[in-house]
């Protein structure tokens, strides 16, 4: 029931923009792949998986024109793009079946371990774990894959550097520390 309901949230992300339903699709395996090297339970992964699945879905609501720009955005457009992990975990929560984990992470994943983040600004481990790592999961996918307003994505060792340098203040440092040696 979970899964069929997470799918169905899925396709909706593909509809509206696919470049953010494949970003969806490969911040989910590699936050599977942090979980595992974390060594978590097996149904911990499985609410992992469906919360960065989903962790963009914020994002439906949002007009392409915003999503896709190669320029800097204007004040009042990050102020829309902020709202996304609210927006998200609000539609998810509307299916009584989805569990609090699995919102937990979508609204989450923007959060920074220096409690400079958003939407609520926690931080360190008041931040969930899902949040923690698909932050981390997150923003390895964004270096590393093309974007609009990039020309070029980053190398997997620069971005791992990159990671490494934010260790502490954007990342949780036990994560980066256990996942990402170098």
């Not at 550097?161 to 170098?182: A, C």
Request: charged content about 20%.
């Amino acid at each position: 029931m979970v899964g069929a309901v997470v799918y169905k949230h899925l396709k909706l992300i593909k509809k509206h923009d696919f470049a953010t339903y494949i970003h969806c699709r490969r911040v989910a395996r590699i936050s599977v792949f942090i979980g595992q090297e974390l060594s978590l339970d097996q149904s911990i992964l499985q609410y992992l998986h469906y919360s960065a699945l989903l962790h963009d879905l914020g994002k439906v609501s949002i007009s392409k024109e915003i999503l896709n720009r190669g320029e800097k955005l204007t004040l009042q457009e990050w102020e829309i793009l902020y709202q996304h992990p609210v927006t998200g975990a609000g539609m998810i929560q509307a299916e009584k079946t989805i569990g609090e984990e699995i919102i937990a992470g979508i609204i989450a994943h923007h959060e920074r371990w220096n409690g400079r983040g958003y939407p609520y600004g926690l931080a360190g481990e008041n931040i969930p774990l899902a949040g923690r790592i698909i932050a981390i999961a997150d923003a390895m996918d964004a270096m590393t894959s093309a974007r609009p307003y990039r020309r070029r994505p980053l190398p997997f060792d620069e971005a791992v550097g990159e990671i490494f340098s934010l260790s502490g203040q954007q990342f949780d440092p036990y994560i980066v520390q256990s996942v990402l040696k170098r």
